[in-house]
């Protein structure tokens, strides 16, 4: 790495860097592993005058990963190459919504890499939080608490809030120790271990929590510039605030294998079955944790 005449520019003191002097359509498999190794140390990257076509960062993507289209949009699936996503912000498309990529599955993205296709000349930022640092922010008492849990995901913001994966509130990579938050206001529902009501509550304090400006990065963006993110320790958001299209196109590395601490306690209700007093998301729960029961008896 020390060899190599990239200039990496950090963009806050919480997260991002962004890197010069590299051409990522001609990477090889050795400056592909150091860009892992940056995106390790920054969490997201940004490599400005890339202009990348979709062919190159396909290909690009392949070394860090099997990529997949979007499990649910297909309709943002471009026909002639469904590893690709797209946003076209004039047809809704503005993820304006703090997020990681994908919790609603089992195993969510691992990375995600984005091309910057057209941008409004001001306006439609995207901000990203690093949630380790928001892990790290927490009292003593809330993080012990928070190892203990685990939280119900849903994919209701594609009209499929019957695909769930339940995930540890805090996640763990056992290879470097760091912990992350991981809970999002677009796809956490419900925390499995409390009672609906808290859940609610405590839910809403950390979804915020992890939006606090010190944790965060926020990228001004110029078309052709390409950016990666490590899904498992970010989140992100676009600012809503643009005239004018913008369109994005990323691919998804996939592979994250979830990890964190096992719950502490049972499931809250214990009993697997519907009430009139359950909320939506409780019974959401239950149906889940029914369907898990299912599964392991069969
Ligand atoms: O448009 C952006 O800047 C980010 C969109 C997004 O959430 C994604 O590609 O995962
Ligand atoms: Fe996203």
């Not at 808290?198 to 990065?217: C, G, N």
């Not at 926020?218 to 643009?242: L, S």
Request: charged share 25%.
């Amino acid at each position: 790495m020390a060899t190599r005449n990239w200039q990496v520019k950090r963009l806050s003191a919480a997260l991002g860097a962004e890197v010069t002097g590299v051409t990522l359509a001609n990477a090889d498999a050795a400056e592909a592993a150091d860009i892992r190794i940056l995106l390790h140390e920054h969490m997201v990257l940004f490599f400005p005058g890339q202009f990348m076509s979709a062919e190159d960062q396909i290909a690009y993507g392949r070394h860090f990963g099997a990529l997949e289209g979007h499990p649910n949009l297909k309709e943002r699936t471009p026909k002639e190459h469904p590893e690709l996503f797209r946003l076209v912000a004039s047809q809704g498309g503005i993820a304006d919504e703090w997020h990681t990529d994908l919790t609603f599955l089992p195993r969510p993205a691992l990375m995600s890499i984005l091309n910057m296709k057209q941008c409004p000349e001001v306006g439609g930022d995207t901000m990203f939080s690093n949630l380790v640092a928001a892990y790290e922010g927490l009292s003593p008492p809330l993080k012990e608490l928070c190892d203990g849990l685990s939280a119900l995901h849903d994919a209701h913001p594609h009209d499929r809030a019957d695909r769930t994966a339940i995930h540890p509130v805090v996640r763990v990579d056992r290879e470097s120790g760091r912990k992350a938050l991981y809970v999002n206001e677009h796809f956490t529902r419900r925390i499995v271990e409390m009672s609906g009501p808290e859940s609610d509550h405590l839910l809403a304090y950390l979804t915020r929590w992890v939006q606090q400006p010190p944790f965060t990065v926020r990228y001004r963006w110029t078309a052709g510039t390409i950016a990666m993110w490590d899904n498992r320790f970010t989140q992100h958001y676009v600012v809503n605030d643009f005239v004018g299209e913008r369109v994005i196109e990323r691919v998804t590395v996939m592979g994250d294998q979830v990890q964190g601490t096992a719950p502490r306690w049972r499931p809250w209700p214990e009993v697997v079955g519907g009430t009139s007093s359950m909320s939506r998301h409780d019974r959401q729960l239950a149906r889940h944790l029914k369907a898990r029961i299912a599964e392991a008896a069969e």
